[in-house]
């Protein structure tokens, strides 16, 4: 029987993941391997019941030449994803052969179940394309002894130890293509636009998105605006633009400053929960002059909307508001991202035919192609401190050089 390679896609979608899964694939197969997919990522191992047969063909799959000869020409991921993390499973996830792990409303740590899966489908090493969460958790795989290779895959290219993470460099170039016919529309209308980039927990992928589309302003999450101050900079630009429009870029999960929140409760209560509504006004009311931070980032398009709001309230004038969403992940992979995916597939095989578990390919400026530890992706703070490349009483990017891949 020949030896087993599973191979799995977790967390968001990015251009050239499917290139990267059929390289891979074929060079496997070329070496004697059999491949294993496992469907919607990890999610596809925790519904994988190793004494049910009747779970196996949901969640596990053959992956052969022929059946996966054209799927480098579509987007998304062939063997789906999702953004199940197995160390934190809340209790209605839970299959009904595991309710027995449940403990109240407690959220499961199913990471026994994961390796027994594993352990069961025969596979010499498990191969994962993920996002950050995703390869976070493979290295708690690894460190419990589950034989594996990371390939960073994410638009935010926010994964520690990697410059480069596959599908960024079409990411932003689809984002410069979207904001410009935005622009078009903007300046057609005479209006200003407001372009709601991806983006949660770093504004990368909008500060380059903008800076490279020549929008004339830019929030990011590390950093926390002034919408009074934003308005004005924003009416300034329209008025010195000769077609009188102006282009805000802005992270999904922009955050209002603390001590100017409270000014905006009405705009955040339509599309925030009541009870952080209620809170912010007891808070007014019970603790004058205290400062809050709000997230405005807990659904999608959700920050873009209520700024968008805020900036028509101060300003008197109609917006344009266009979230680019999950569009970002759609594209068709540029070269830089065809070359990335082809190349983090070879060196994932590579890795497993030749024992060396445990490992992260990756792309390092100055060191080209590298592989290092798995653990490399736990450390905090990604590989680039954004903050630092943004002006905040301008909002907008600092002047500096920049690679595609790392500022």
Request: hydrophobic fraction near 40%; glycine fraction near 8%; charged fraction near 20%.
């Amino acid at each position: 029987m020949a030896q087993r390679i599973g191979i799995l896609t977790a967390g968001g979608d990015a251009p050239g993941l499917n290139v990267c899964l059929k390289t891979m694939v074929y060079s496997a197969i070329d070496r004697g391997y059999e491949v294993i997919g496992i469907r919607k990522g990890w999610e596809g191992l925790l519904y994988y019941d190793p004494d049910d047969p009747d779970t196996h063909a949901a969640n596990a799959m053959i992956m052969t030449k022929t059946r996966i000869r054209d799927i480098d020409r579509i987007s998304g991921s062939f063997l789906h994803s999702s953004r199940l993390d197995p160390h934190e499973v809340g209790p209605q996830v839970l299959p009904p052969f595991l309710q027995h792990m449940k403990h109240a409303d407690e959220p499961v740590d199913t990471t026994a179940h994961i390796k027994r899966t594993v352990e069961k489908l025969g596979v010499e090493a498990l191969v994962v394309l993920g996002d950050n969460a995703a390869l976070n958790y493979a290295a708690r795989l690894n460190q419990e002894g589950v034989p594996l290779v990371g390939v960073p895959k994410t638009v935010h290219n926010d994964v520690s130890g990697s410059d480069y993470s596959l599908g960024f460099s079409t990411a932003l170039g689809r984002g410069v293509r979207f904001i410009h016919e935005v622009r078009a529309m903007a300046g057609s209308r005479e209006e200003i636009a407001v372009v709601e980039v991806l983006g949660r927990s770093t504004g990368l992928v909008t500060l380059l998105t903008s800076l490279l589309a020549g929008s004339d302003r830019t929030l990011i999450p590390e950093v926390s605006f002034d919408p009074e101050r934003l308005a004005s900079l924003l009416v300034k630009d329209q008025k010195a633009n000769p077609n009188n429009y102006a282009i805000l870029t802005m992270s999904e999960a922009a955050t209002v400053a603390p001590e100017k929140a409270l000014n905006y409760v009405p705009e955040m209560a339509r599309l925030e929960k009541r009870s952080l509504a209620a809170h912010m006004l007891a808070a007014k009311t019970e603790e004058e002059g205290e400062c809050f931070t709000v997230e405005m980032g807990a659904r999608v398009s959700g920050s873009g909307a209520m700024v968008t709001e805020i900036l028509e309230n101060l300003t008197g004038q109609r917006f344009i508001f266009q979230p680019l969403s999950l569009l970002i992940r759609t594209a068709i992979p540029d070269g830089q991202d065809l070359l990335g995916a082809v190349n983090f597939a070879m060196m994932a095989i590579n890795l497993v035919a030749e024992g060396q578990m445990g490992q992260l390919v990756a792309y390092r400026q100055h060191e080209h192609y590298v592989d290092l530890p798995i653990d490399t992706v736990t450390r905090p703070g990604g590989n680039i401190d954004v903050a630092e490349h943004y002006d905040a009483a301008k909002f907008v990017p600092k002047p500096s050089i920049m690679w595609a891949s790392q500022i």
